[in-house]
DNA sequence: TTGCAATAATTGAAAATGCATGTATTGTCA
DNA sequence: TGACAATACATGCATTTTCAATTATTGCAA
């Protein structure tokens, strides 16, 4: 194998980003995006956030849940999830009771006024996924959605820096 | 045209969100979870926020900008912006100076110090960009970053009601 | 030209968030 | 069984973010 007198060509590629060819930036320019106008047009009238919106769906979609399991569902650090459940709960939309076999654990559930709201909200959902998905094919649309779902597991499944935790373990 | 007794068949359907098909869902997820690790093990060590990366990317990728045109490219609130923009300078990884041909307008530039790091970060950037794509085709790849760029398009191209940001288009 | 609306950036104050820690409970293994 | 680690949740606190002005400047129409 010949070793090259030069670098490969376009040694530029390696130091400059394109950002529009990135795909975190593009992920996460989309995501804002549909947040901001999701949360302005159809949650702001109900007065309630996006975050709220992400307990809510989640509930809807996946039954009650404990909360730590509501935290990685819905990518919301655990003591941010608690307080909104505290609101969720105050407005009447979520219940919090005490697990049955574990008492240091809890389990949130939508009341019969959360389901109702939720019910409201999923057309204008839908229909804001319809109109972000516009002018994709029915493949395409579901190549996105198979590959966003692989792409998670990626990094869910990636090997990462011992967390605090482990870390207190692996210290002592 | 006949009423139906019934409702039409399957209204369970409309009723209920299958969260894992939805795509808003699934993008804010992959942007969580992007952001946290690329945070936490590539940013982290120099002190840099995810936020304060972004801008950092955009002025290496798209060139010195004013503020306005990078809270859009970064898709960061304004008044945000505004106050990373003076941690970045007092950081000396930025500078801000009045435009030429306005002055109630501000640029905002990469120093040497900037560049230099995005320099440094741009290879676990991309590394990153990989290990989440990891398993997925070329073509599915392309496939994706085409459909985002789409979605993006469509969703700053929707009628929505009046509102403070103005709606400016950026070429990305 | 002048007056007024629009634009760009900043800032005060309130709300939301994240990290570290505290408390209570459960799991485990020596 | 009895320590001790791990887990689940809540909370104090500092930081960050957002919304609503505020200031300064520019564009534009009468």
């Not at 795909?23 to 956030?49: D, K």
């Not at 003591?79 to 076999?101: D, Q």
Request: hydrophobic content about 45%; overall charge positive.
């Amino acid at each position: 194998m010949r070793i090259p007198l030069f670098r490969e060509k376009t040694p530029v590629k390696d130091a400059k980003l394109n950002l529009s060819d990135f795909l975190p930036y593009l992920v996460n320019r989309v995501g804002v995006i549909i947040a901001e106008q999701f949360g302005e047009e159809t949650l702001a009238p109900h007065r309630i956030s996006i975050a709220m919106w992400r307990v809510l769906a989640v509930l809807a979609s996946a039954g009650a849940q404990r909360q730590i399991d509501l935290a990685d569902l819905t990518s919301i650090d655990a003591s941010t999830l608690s307080r909104i459940v505290t609101r969720l709960v105050r407005l009447g939309f979520a219940s919090r009771a005490r697990s049955e076999n574990s008492s240091r654990e809890v389990v949130v559930a939508l009341t019969a006024k959360g389901s109702a709201l939720v019910a409201r909200l999923i057309p204008p959902a839908r229909d804001m996924e319809a109109e972000a998905a516009a002018g994709l094919s029915a493949e395409e649309l579901a190549v996105v959605k198979r590959c966003l779902r692989r792409i998670y597991g990626n990094m869910q499944a990636r090997p990462r820096r011992a967390s605090r935790s482990s870390v207190r373990r692996a210290a002592v």
